[in-house]
């Protein structure tokens, strides 16, 4: 009983918030920083720490996008990230 448990527990912990980020990858993710600034870009990579690899990266300045390319986003200065649904 108490292998089973241990083997229930573990499926239950599968899907973490961190694991639905990385089934985002090659996907358009839109992250809000600590500052204030929304980037979005297509999710290339990321690690525990939520450091992030994004490509065809842009950031929403006023009414403005700014194209910024390949742009590596430091995990604590995350608010958010988030999937975009299309």
Known sequence: MFKYSLIKRSEE???????????????????????GDEISG?????????NLWLDEAEIQKNDTKIKLGTLLVRGDTIVYASPVSV
């Open 13 to 35: 912990m599968a899907e973490r918030p961190i694991d639905a980020l990385d089934k985002a990858k090659g996907k358009k993710v839109m992250v809000k920083l600590k500052n």
């Open 42 to 50: 297509i999710l290339k990579a990321l690690d525990l720490h939520l």
